[in-house]
Structure formats: C-alpha cells, structure tokens
C-alpha cells in the first residue's frame, strides 16, 4: 500500500534485511555440526585481494563433524589455510594437497552457553532494527497529511509487520539455540 510517501512493502523489504542479516550471522556460529554456512565470513587474501573462500575453494560436509575445502589452485592452499585459522574459529586445518580436513571438535557445555549469549546478542541487535524500521515507517505516516483515521490504520499495519517480524526472529533465535545447546 503507498499512500503519498507511506510504503508498507518498503518497510516490509527493510526488515526482511535484518532477519537476512540474523540468518547470515546465526549461520556463522559454530554448533558442533559442520556447516558450509561456518566458512562464509572466512575471507581468502588471494591474487592481490581479499576474497570469500567460496571464489577459491568448493567447501563441502562429508561427515557430520568434518568439512572438506577443496582448493582449485594449488598455489592458494596456504592461503586458505592462513584464513581458516585467522579466522578465529576455533578451526584447525589439516592439509592433504589441495583438500584441506576441517573437524569440528565437540563443544563443552560453557562454550555452548557463550554461543547462546551471543545469538541472543546477534537477536536483539535485529529486534532493534526492526524497531527503527517501524519508528521510521511512523514518522512517515505522522508527516503525511492524512486523516486520523488513516494514520491510525497505517499504525497498525506497521505494527503487525513489526510484530511479524520480531516472532520471525524469535523462531530463527530458538531454532539456534536449540541447536547450539544440542549435545
């Protein structure tokens, strides 16, 4: 709906960005569980620039507690390397070629808890911008010159988006934690 400079999809489009940004940032937590997704933030100094290890590497899960970066030029494994551990990660490669093994080791019940602090960190930071989402979907709608009636109903339509979104990112939260605390 877009009335005068009210656009509720836009809004909608905005807070879809931070539950994207939450996914991204959850998907980088290690659980205990390979993942493709815990490589993602890793960054390759590769031809003269830093580059996603997924331009340099395929990177796959072939046992639950491994991954496998398969580097595509031979000249670029230590490089790889260097990343994975610069990475802070908690990683240590071991090198075969041009595979470099990953095993995820098991996470103690203290390190689970941190990483469940810190996806709640990563939560509320999308809460909050889901929130200026909203507050600025309302300053909109209080400077178009609308009716009360049709600013009241704006009002509520931003604020079922807003509270759609939050309990989107309450389950994408749980649904890490779950997996976090998972022995």
Known sequence: MTTNGFDINDLKRRMDGAKESLRYELGGLRTGRAAISMLEPVQVEAYGSHMPLNQVATVSVPEPRLLSVQV?????????E?????????LNPA??????RLRIPELNEERRKELVKVAHKYAEAARVAVRHVRRDGLDIVKKDKMSEDEQERA????????DAAIADIDKL????????LTV
Not at 156 to 162: C, F, H, L, N
Not at 173 to 180: C, F, H, S
């Open 95 to 100: 090198t075969e070629g041009q595979v470099i």
């Open 173 to 180: 939260l749980a649904t890490k934690e779950k997996e976090i």
């Open 155 to 162: 009002s509520g339509e931003i604020q079922k988006v807003t």
């Open 72 to 80: 595509w030029d031979k000249s670029m494994v230590k490089a790889v």
């Open 82 to 90: 260097t990343a994975i551990v610069n990475s802070n990660l908690g």
